[in-house]
């Protein structure tokens, strides 16, 4: 079905639901959403718990255009479930990412999928079906890349992209990230639990964000892209990436990627904080690194050697 919102391209990327971020982020009027809420395809279990369902079951799945050019698209709802993964939601993304996969040759096809992945991971009341739709989703992203399809993770929501979402966003051809946008396997309070406060204080919000925030991420080389929290900064940055050629999936590039990650434990791998990685990095004024304006920050990141060098 057709889109009928609006799109805001300076609106805010996180305070934006799911259906915003698309509307923006696309041509305007060329988004075709498949499997809609009118199909009312929700989770088979939440009403086991007396829970709440949706209609799209927290992501929505379809094909439109950016700048003209054919895309396939998959936005998580951060608001519902927290954007978690489970059957229903899980079966609709592998089915884009298959889809992607098997129709990327024919010549009006999309032969990109950017994912605005907005989730704390796995859905806890789908326990194992939940876990098992994120390997499904792994391995059809993998074989979308093997075909020559190139897959961009988009992270800037209020969930970020914690757990499974974090492996996924791993996995892609590129990644755009905000500072809003945090990525981690393990969110802090798991962290803080298994290992104890004094390894990793979850209430220490500075922390977490120096830490899992997209300024780090990026200048680490975990992030293509880093974008100001406005939905057409997204746009700009998912395009400069598509332009700019996105790597071959082949065993040259996981080689370089591991190299990369070596590299990098060895350089960092005994920093107890983001600050000491940065002055590690000779970076000027380090310390006010997680303080700089968007601009000042993306001049700063450019000229890195680590923050550039994503192999994927």
């Given at each position: 079905?057709?889109n009928a919102?609006?799109p805001?391209?300076?609106?805010?990327?996180?305070?934006?639901?799911?259906?915003e971020?698309?509307?923006?982020?696309l041509?305007?009027?060329?988004?075709?959403?498949f499997?809609?809420p009118?199909?009312?395809?929700?989770?088979p279990?939440?009403?086991?718990?007396?829970?709440p369902e949706?209609?799209?079951?927290?992501?929505?799945?379809?094909?439109g255009?950016l700048?003209?050019r054919?895309?396939l698209?998959?936005?998580?709802?951060?608001?519902?479930?927290?954007g978690t993964?489970?059957e229903?939601?899980?079966?609709?993304?592998?089915?884009?990412l298959?889809?992607a996969?098997d129709?990327?040759?024919?010549?009006?096809?999309?032969?990109?999928?950017l994912?605005?992945l907005?989730?704390?991971?796995?859905?806890?009341?789908?326990?194992?079906?939940?876990?098992?739709a994120?390997?499904?989703?792994?391995?059809?992203?993998?074989e979308?890349?093997?075909?020559?399809?190139a897959?961009?993770?988009l992270?800037?929501g209020r969930?970020g992209a914690?757990?499974?979402?974090?492996?996924?966003?791993?996995?892609?051809?590129r990644?755009?990230?905000?500072?809003?946008?945090?990525?981690?396997?393990s969110g802090?309070?798991?962290?803080?639990?298994n290992?104890?406060?004094?390894?990793?204080?979850?209430?220490?919000?500075?922390?977490?964000?120096?830490t899992?925030?997209?300024k780090?991420?990026?200048?680490?080389?975990?992030?293509?892209a880093?974008a100001?929290?406005?939905?057409e900064?997204?746009?700009?940055a998912?395009?400069?990436?598509?332009?700019g050629?996105?790597p071959?999936?082949d065993l040259?590039?996981?080689?370089?990627e591991?190299?990369?990650?070596a590299?990098?434990?060895?350089?960092?791998?005994?920093?107890?904080?983001?600050p000491?990685i940065?002055?590690r990095m000779?970076?000027?004024d380090a310390?006010?690194i997680?303080d700089?304006?968007d601009?000042?920050?993306?001049?700063?990141?450019?000229?890195q050697?680590?923050?550039?060098?994503?192999?994927?």
């Amino acid at each position: 079905m057709k889109n009928a919102l609006v799109p805001s391209r300076t609106g805010s990327w996180y305070e934006a639901t799911a259906r915003e971020r698309i509307s923006g982020l696309l041509d305007a009027g060329t988004f075709h959403e498949f499997l809609g809420p009118t199909a009312r395809a929700v989770s088979p279990h939440l009403a086991l718990f007396d829970l709440p369902e949706a209609f799209d079951d927290g992501i929505i799945v379809g094909r439109g255009k950016l700048q003209g050019r054919a895309v396939l698209v998959a936005a998580q709802e951060g608001r519902f479930m927290g954007g978690t993964f489970g059957e229903v939601h899980g079966a609709k993304l592998v089915g884009l990412l298959r889809y992607a996969r098997d129709h990327h040759a024919e010549a009006t096809s999309p032969r990109a999928v950017l994912l605005l992945l907005d989730t704390g991971g796995v859905r806890l009341q789908e326990a194992n079906v939940g876990e098992l739709a994120v390997s499904e989703i792994i391995r059809a992203l993998v074989e979308a890349r093997a075909a020559g399809v190139a897959v961009i993770a988009l992270v800037g929501g209020r969930a970020g992209a914690f757990g499974g979402g974090g492996i996924l966003a791993a996995c892609c051809s590129r990644v755009v990230i905000s500072e809003q946008g945090r990525t981690s396997v393990s969110g802090p309070e798991v962290i803080e639990t298994n290992m104890g406060a004094e390894e990793f204080d979850s209430l220490d919000r500075p922390l977490v964000w120096r830490t899992t925030g997209g300024k780090t991420r990026r200048l680490l080389g975990g992030a293509g892209a880093y974008a100001a929290d406005r939905i057409e900064s997204f746009r700009a940055a998912a395009l400069a990436l598509l332009d700019g050629g996105i790597p071959a999936f082949d065993l040259a590039t996981l080689a370089r990627e591991q190299a990369r990650l070596a590299e990098r434990l060895e350089k960092f791998g005994a920093c107890q904080d983001a600050p000491e990685i940065w002055q590690r990095m000779r970076l000027a004024d380090a310390a006010r690194i997680a303080d700089l304006a968007d601009e000042d920050f993306n001049q700063i990141a450019q000229a890195q050697p680590e923050a550039n060098h994503d192999a994927r």
